[in-house]
């Protein structure tokens, strides 16, 4: 008779845990589709009504250029046709980035930069989760391949003026997409430098970006023979995660892997 009590209370345990369950996502589906009449999902890009939250319409989608192979093997840089594998493109050949492996989810161009300039200067955070999702399709390799996840930072200066970081807030919803550690404070930017799209060449972005990043403060002990997944919004010569991967190699680490948003594509003057 104790065991068929306790196999009963057992049940009734187990019966009542599922009734639980049950009523908290019927409320969450509730609260889900007032929020949704409320405030109807609107797309990233052009503000028209979605299905479902954090999303494209069909022809904001349609007109995204999403990068994939052929690929250069370290850069990321998009092949107009297949020159095998381990194939470098002609930057590449000619200098390697500090970095060493980068992917991109997206070209920027005018179909993809509504969406992200949304994010970092119109204060649309809520499309964060939307980005950590579709960068853990191109990323999935060097994520599983990672110890840790950094974002690149901001000078403190800009932080204030911004309120907040970007790349750190697409890392950190990644890092719990994918179940990694992030750490959002290793990394500095102890120089505040002027704005890249102001400089005239590749090697003038480089030139500004020297000096500019440390990662030899509190917490820098994790980076040591560890392999860093640096985050950052949009690729465009790549300077800037450059000096990044400098600064943390500087510290010790093993490998650093690039992941963004969105690169700029021109077109090279020695295509492979």
């Avoid at 599983?144 to 974002?151: F, S």
């Avoid at 994918?178 to 930017?189: F, G, I, M, T, Y």
Wanted: aromatic share 6%; glycine share 6%; with cysteine.
């Amino acid at each position: 008779m104790p065991g068929s009590q306790e196999h009963s209370l057992n049940t009734l345990s187990d019966v009542l845990s599922r009734i639980g369950t049950g009523a908290k996502m019927f409320g969450r589906k509730c609260r889900r589709r007032l929020l949704d009449f409320v405030f109807p999902p609107l797309c990233a890009a052009c503000r028209t009504p979605v299905s479902d939250i954090h999303n494209l319409c069909g022809t904001c989608w349609s007109r995204i250029a999403f990068l994939s192979d052929p690929l250069c093997t370290v850069c990321g840089f998009p092949f107009e046709f297949d020159a095998g594998s381990d194939t470098l493109c002609a930057g590449c050949r000619q200098r390697l980035p500090a970095f060493d492996r980068a992917r991109a989810l997206m070209r920027y161009d005018d179909a993809s930069r509504n969406a992200i300039l949304a994010l970092k200067r119109a204060d649309r955070l809520d499309l964060v989760p939307a980005f950590a999702r579709w960068l853990a399709r191109p990323g999935r390799e060097l994520l599983d391949a990672a110890d840790l996840i950094v974002p690149v930072p901001l000078h403190r200066g800009r932080l204030w003026r911004r309120r907040f970081n970007q790349s750190a807030l697409i890392a950190t919803a990644l890092g719990r997409l994918a179940e990694k550690p992030v750490d959002c404070l290793v990394l500095r930017k102890v120089r505040a430098t002027p704005s890249q799209g102001e400089m005239p060449s590749a090697s003038a972005r480089r030139r500004n970006m020297q000096g500019a990043f440390r990662a030899d403060g509190l917490g820098a002990e994790r980076l040591k023979g560890r392999t860093i997944l640096l985050i950052d919004d949009v690729l465009t010569t790549g300077a800037t995660v450059e000096a990044c991967a400098r600064a943390l190699k500087r510290a010790g680490a093993e490998r650093v892997f690039v992941l963004a948003l969105a690169r700029v594509v021109r077109p090279l003057p020695n295509p492979v």
